[in-house]
């Protein structure tokens, strides 16, 4: 403000003739101590020494502190949010290592048989023309993957349809994280081949289409997952009955 300003000017000039006068007289007195060495003269300039200290305290501008700036309200802390989990299947539920380890029992290494199961397609046949993996099992076999030690396994007619069996796979982006493998993919021409996979492996759970080869590894693998959507089979029980991968995993 300029009123203020001002006023602060005239403080600070008055002290400045005050301190010249007072100059002035410091050096009068210590001129006299030098020519009078008196007991009176040193009280003299002592007294005086001691008004010049109160009178430079109380004269001297002083300065204000800045203003300091009102704080700033902290943010609120952003909330955190967990990270989505996938979800499988069509009622839109999601698959965790917990379910998975709860499902299997504690098995850890897994064998599973591609057509129906991973492939829309239900038969060799059709996969000599194509063979599409069904979106809502990719990350139920991912998560797997991570977990156990899982092989694919089918049955063909030909090379074109193993051909046509990795490249689905591999599209679908279930070689992406390394726990499945081009090379854990196996082929056979009978169903019986299939079975000697399963038991050369040490599986000790198996998923399969088959009710003949469900009952005839069910005296040699730990557990099993029948997929079929009739109900009423007769299996061991060990075996378990599920319509799709996914409900078994829900």
Same mark, same amino acid.
């Given at each position: ?6 006023a ?33 003269s ?10 010049v ?20 309200p ?14 499988? $299947?069509? +009622? ?18 897994v ?17 000599q ?48 994280? $390394? ?25 000790d ?12 590894? +069910? ?8 997929? +079929? ?22």
């Amino acid at each position: 403000m300029p009123g203020l300003a001002a006023a602060e000017q005239d403080a600070v000039s008055l002290v400045r003739r005050v301190a010249r006068a007072l100059n002035r007289r410091f050096t009068y007195i210590v001129a006299l101590l030098f020519s009078h060495k008196g007991a009176g003269s040193l009280g003299a300039v002592a007294g005086f020494a001691i008004a010049v200290v109160f009178a430079w305290k109380f004269l001297r501008p002083r300065r204000r502190a800045p203003k300091r700036p009102p704080p700033t309200p902290a943010a609120a802390p952003a909330a955190t949010v967990p990270d989505a989990a996938e979800p499988i $299947g069509d +009622s839109g539920k999601v698959v965790t290592r917990e379910i998975v380890v709860k499902r299997l029992k504690g098995c850890r290494k897994v064998t599973c048989q591609l057509l129906g199961v991973v492939f829309e397609e239900k038969i060799p046949e059709e996969l000599q023309k194509h063979a599409t993996v069904r979106p809502s099992v990719v990350e139920l076999l991912l998560e797997i993957s991570r977990y156990c030690d899982l092989y694919l396994m089918e049955t063909v007619i030909d090379d074109k349809s193993e051909e046509n069996a990795l490249m689905a796979l591999e599209t679908s982006g279930l070689f992406r994280t $390394g726990g499945l493998m081009k090379e854990k993919v196996l082929f056979c021409s009978s169903e019986v081949g299939r079975t000697s996979f399963v038991r050369q492996l040490e599986s000790d759970f198996h998923i399969d289409t088959s009710l003949d080869i469900v009952s005839q590894l +069910s005296r040699f693998i730990r557990c099993q997952l029948f997929i +079929s959507t009739v109900e009423g089979e007769q299996l061991a029980g060990n075996v378990f009955n599920s319509p799709s991968l996914e409900q078994f995993f829900s």
